[in-house]
């Protein structure tokens, strides 16, 4: 039964696509935080900052495009949380600078830093769908050797590359409590998958509008974990409200903490910016 819904699911998810490509920005390899000598006083950037760079990845055998956000007055001297992502280019077109901006500005919400790593839209040879799609759906990937490798290639270098560079060269937090998961449309989907492969990582996913997650055959959760998941009420229908109703009982049954809402919409971005705000200010609140 489950396999007939994923099987009259996918063509939807494949339409789910984003166009377009962007080119690496940076141009070199990465960039590192020089070490201060002790005698001399860290110099505190004001203003915050929005940093675009590129590394080489030995898992994916390719340079890929991360960036990161700073708050105003980030210093190397304090650990902040850090929020890790997919879809950097959704971040970037999102101005999701400016609303950190302001919410940290007027003292809403406690700096944070934001880390993402760019998606690749690019088409894969010999398949009618993009490289960012087989790189966080683990159900689509499934289908083929070729994607299956795309997907776990992708997964190793998130894991084993991505967070660590942040790690080494940035003061965010390094514990699965000090980090969260943000993922929308088929990266949230690949937070999904990421928290039953890799429990150890992130205690706390806000997963917006997960496309497709095929979640079945995993055993229950290693760890205590709490899911943010939202959807439009546009997706809700037909077979996708079963869908949403048997991935929300999966979670609790395997026992994660759901919290989960329905807005008033569709696949939208606007509407995934505008409950970022909203976990933000529920996560960081300043209390005065």
């Given at each position: 039964?489950?396999?007939?819904?994923?099987?009259?699911?996918?063509?939807?998810?494949?339409?789910?696509?984003?166009?377009?490509?962007?080119?690496?920005?940076?141009?070199?390899?990465?960039?590192?935080?020089?070490?201060?000598?002790?005698?001399?006083?860290?110099?505190?950037?004001?203003?915050?900052?929005?940093?675009?760079?590129?590394?080489?990845?030995?898992?994916?055998?390719?340079?890929?495009?991360?960036?990161?956000?700073?708050?105003?007055?980030?210093?190397?001297?304090?650990?902040?949380?850090?929020?890790?992502?997919?879809?950097?280019?959704?971040?970037?077109?999102?101005?999701?600078?400016?609303?950190?901006?302001?919410?940290?500005?007027?003292?809403?919400?406690?700096?944070?830093?934001?880390?993402?790593?760019?998606?690749?839209?690019?088409?894969?040879?010999?398949?009618?769908?993009?490289?960012?799609?087989?790189?966080?759906?683990?159900?689509?990937?499934?289908?083929?050797?070729?994607?299956?490798?795309?997907?776990?290639?992708?997964?190793?270098?998130?894991?084993?590359?991505?967070?660590?560079?942040?790690?080494?060269?940035?003061?965010?937090?390094?514990?699965?409590?000090?980090r969260i998961y943000y993922g929308t449309s088929n990266s949230?989907?690949?937070?999904?998958?990421?928290?039953?492969?890799?429990?150890?990582?992130?205690?706390?996913?806000?997963?917006?509008?997960?496309?497709?997650?095929?979640?079945?055959?995993?055993?229950?959760?290693?760890?205590?974990?709490?899911?943010?998941?939202?959807?439009?009420?546009?997706?809700?229908?037909?077979?996708?409200?079963?869908?949403?109703?048997?991935?929300?009982?999966?979670?609790?049954?395997?026992?994660?903490?759901?919290?989960?809402?329905?807005?008033?919409?569709?696949?939208?971005?606007?509407?995934?910016?505008?409950?970022?705000?909203?976990?933000?200010?529920?996560?960081?609140?300043?209390?005065?």
């Open positions: 039964m489950k396999k007939t819904l994923f099987a009259a699911i996918l063509p939807a998810v494949v339409l789910f696509l984003g166009c377009g490509n962007k080119s690496a920005t940076a141009e070199t390899e990465g960039d590192t935080l020089a070490t201060a000598d002790e005698t001399e006083t860290e110099a505190v950037a004001t203003e915050s900052q929005y940093i675009e760079t590129q590394f080489y990845s030995n898992s994916m055998k390719q340079n890929r495009t991360i960036a990161v956000y700073l708050p105003a007055n980030y210093s190397k001297s304090k650990t902040y949380p850090v929020i890790y992502g997919e879809d950097g280019l959704v971040i970037q077109s999102g101005r999701y600078k400016e609303l950190l901006d302001s919410l940290i500005g007027s003292g809403e919400i406690e700096p944070v830093v934001v880390a993402v790593s760019y998606e690749n839209k690019n088409p894969i040879p010999g398949f009618r769908m993009a490289y960012r799609n087989a790189e966080y759906v683990e159900a689509i990937a499934g289908q083929d050797p070729q994607l299956t490798q795309i997907y776990n290639d992708h997964l190793n270098y998130f894991v084993q590359e991505f967070i660590p560079y942040i790690e080494n060269n940035y003061s965010v937090a390094n514990t699965r409590e000090g949230a989907d690949f937070g999904l998958t990421l928290s039953f492969r890799m429990p150890n990582l992130f205690a706390e996913y806000w997963c917006f509008s997960p496309v497709y997650s095929q979640l079945w055959d995993y055993k229950p959760l290693a760890m205590p974990t709490h899911y943010y998941i939202d959807r439009g009420s546009k997706e809700e229908e037909g077979d996708m409200m079963i869908y949403f109703a048997n991935l929300i009982d999966f979670l609790r049954r395997s026992g994660g903490e759901v919290t989960e809402w329905t807005f008033n919409g569709g696949h939208d971005r606007a509407k995934w910016r505008e409950d970022f705000i909203k976990m933000l200010v529920t996560k960081f609140k300043v209390e005065n």
